[in-house]
């Protein structure tokens, strides 16, 4: 396993987690706005962490900050790559 | 015991007969061959033995029928500067290696976290005791993880004014406290001017040793914190089967550990924090283990 591919999906989980714990288990949702607006899977925004944060700031909207929180205090508790560290800026910007 | 060398003629001795010394048990005398050194302008042969004195490496030699032509003690020099380099760099293969399960392990959490969100309510009780056995496992490879970090990781105290049961609480969230313990904080908040993270690491220490003296019997972890004249004194006190008195004197040792799954890293931790802030901490048994940390009051430098 890659350190690449673990880092997609640690996303992936951090992401859904984040969204159960602020009471949004709407992950299905965000996958399809992912898949329909931008062509992308979860997975992807990885790479594309813009598409996230827009996603997750057009279905959530003020609810954006909460989640943001429950993913960043996911994310301390991983080791993060330079993907992971540009992906928390972008999403705290 | 001692090492010694000595030296005499190769005599009728083959190559297999000396590679069957080095392999052989110590014989009555207490002498064991550790090595042979061969100088073919002399044709001698040089022997390091480990053995109680010079007069069994004679009485060793006397029985196999070889005379020796001296027998002197010696000791071995220690590179020290070696050894630090190996720890150096056994230090930064185990962090490199916890920074790498890290986030495998955080996967996994994350997914048992999920499956138990998602679908708990219709998981037979089977199930979900297997989610909490794995559940349990990978607090347990976290902990190992954490503690090789907190070891290695020499962060500049950040102090501040921060309230001791806050503390306390932080570290609580992290820590799995079983139903069978009952844990009491203190009465009443006491202000320290210290760095709170750095306190955390040492009570998840602390607490995470004493759940786990506990084990599975009722038990009870009593955690007071008073303010003395110019210091704050905080104990954490477990009423497991305490220390075993051989192991007090080395207990905040690196590496020293007593547990089957320990690092031997989280009370050297502990003691290094405490050390950090001008503080103390002691170990000691009172109806269980007392762990007593002292740390000097100190007022936020304008």
Same mark, same amino acid.
């Given at each position: 396993?890659?350190d !690449?591919?673990?880092?997609?999906?640690?996303?992936? *989980?951090? *992401?859904?987690?984040?969204?159960l714990? *602020?009471g949004e288990?709407?992950?299905?949702?965000?996958?399809?706005?992912? !898949?329909?607006?931008?062509?992308?899977?979860?997975?992807?925004?990885?790479?594309?962490?813009?598409?996230?944060?827009?996603?997750?700031?057009?279905?959530?909207?003020?609810?954006?900050?909460?989640?943001l929180?429950?993913?960043?205090?996911?994310?301390?508790? *991983?080791?993060?790559?330079?993907?992971?560290e540009?992906?928390?800026?972008?999403?705290?910007? | 015991?001692?090492?010694?060398?000595?030296?005499?003629? /190769?005599?009728?001795?083959?190559? +297999?007969a000396?590679?069957?010394?080095?392999?052989?048990?110590?014989?009555?005398?207490?002498?064991?061959? @550790?090595?042979?050194?061969?100088?073919?302008?002399d044709n001698?042969?040089?022997? /390091?033995?480990?053995?109680?004195s010079?007069?069994?490496?004679?009485?060793?030699h006397?029985?196999?029928?070889?005379?020796?032509?001296?027998?002197?003690?010696?000791?071995?020099?220690?590179?020290?500067?070696?050894?630090?380099?190996? /720890?150096?760099?056994?230090?930064?293969?185990?962090?490199?290696?916890?920074?790498?399960?890290r986030n495998?392990?955080?996967?996994?959490?994350?997914?048992?976290?999920?499956?138990?969100? +998602?679908?708990?309510?219709?998981?037979?009780?089977?199930?979900?005791?297997?989610?909490?056995?794995?559940?349990?496992? $990978?607090?347990?490879?976290?902990?190992?993880?954490?503690?090789?970090?907190?070891?290695?990781?020499?962060?500049?105290?950040?102090?501040?004014?921060?309230?001791?049961?806050?503390?306390?609480?932080?570290?609580?969230?992290?820590?799995?406290?079983?139903?069978? $313990?009952? @844990?009491?904080?203190?009465?009443?908040?006491?202000?320290?001017?210290?760095?709170?993270?750095?306190?955390?690491?040492?009570?998840?220490?602390l607490?995470?040793?004493?759940?786990?003296?506990?084990?599975e019997?009722?038990?009870?972890?009593?955690i007071?914190?008073?303010?003395?004249?110019?210091?704050? $004194?905080?104990?954490?006190?477990?009423?497991?089967?305490?220390?075993?008195?051989?192991?007090?004197?080395?207990?905040?040792? @690196?590496?020293?550990?007593?547990?089957?799954?320990?690092?031997?890293?989280?009370?050297?931790?502990?003691?290094?924090?405490i050390?950090?802030?001008?503080?103390?901490?002691?170990?000691?048994?009172?109806?269980?283990? /007392?762990?007593? $940390?002292?740390?000097?009051?100190?007022t936020?430098?304008?």
């Amino acid at each position: 396993m890659t350190d !690449r591919y673990l880092n997609r999906i640690l996303l992936r *989980v951090i *992401v859904e987690r984040s969204l159960l714990d *602020v009471g949004e288990p709407t992950i299905d949702i965000l996958e399809n706005t992912l !898949r329909e607006t931008y062509g992308c899977t979860l997975e992807d925004c990885y790479d594309h962490p813009q598409y996230l944060k827009d996603a997750l700031c057009e279905l959530f909207g003020r609810a954006y900050a909460q989640i943001l929180s429950s993913i960043k205090k996911e994310f301390a508790k *991983v080791t993060l790559d330079k993907k992971l560290e540009s992906l928390l800026l972008i999403l705290d910007r | 015991m001692p090492l010694f060398i000595d030296g005499h003629g /190769l005599d009728r001795f083959s190559q +297999k007969a000396l590679c069957d010394a080095v392999k052989s048990q110590r014989d009555k005398h207490g002498v064991k061959t @550790l090595e042979f050194f061969y100088n073919k302008d002399d044709n001698r042969l040089y022997c /390091l033995l480990d053995a109680p004195s010079k007069d069994s490496v004679y009485a060793h030699h006397h029985d196999i029928g070889v005379d020796c032509q001296f027998v002197t003690q010696v000791d071995t020099i220690k590179n020290d500067s070696l050894d630090s380099e190996k /720890l150096a760099t056994i230090g930064q293969m185990a962090t490199r290696l916890a920074h790498d399960i890290r986030n495998p392990i955080s996967v996994l959490n994350n997914v048992i976290h999920i499956i138990d969100q +998602k679908y708990g309510h219709s998981l037979n009780s089977e199930i979900k005791n297997y989610l909490q056995i794995m559940n349990t496992a $990978i607090s347990s490879i976290n902990s190992q993880i954490n503690n090789v970090l907190d070891f290695v990781r020499i962060n500049p105290l950040k102090k501040s004014n921060t309230g001791i049961l806050s503390i306390l609480n932080e570290s609580m969230s992290s820590i799995l406290i079983p139903q069978n $313990i009952k @844990l009491s904080l203190p009465d009443e908040d006491v202000m320290l001017y210290a760095d709170p993270y750095q306190l955390q690491v040492v009570f998840n220490n602390l607490l995470t040793n004493a759940i786990q003296a506990i084990g599975e019997d009722a038990g009870t972890i009593q955690i007071k914190a008073i303010n003395k004249e110019d210091k704050t $004194i905080i104990t954490v006190h477990d009423s497991g089967p305490g220390i075993p008195q051989d192991v007090l004197p080395r207990i905040f040792d @690196l590496l020293f550990t007593t547990k089957q799954k320990g690092t031997g890293l989280g009370l050297f931790s502990c003691k290094n924090i405490i050390e950090q802030h001008g503080g103390t901490i002691e170990a000691s048994n009172s109806g269980g283990a /007392l762990f007593t $940390i002292t740390l000097p009051k100190e007022t936020p430098q304008k």
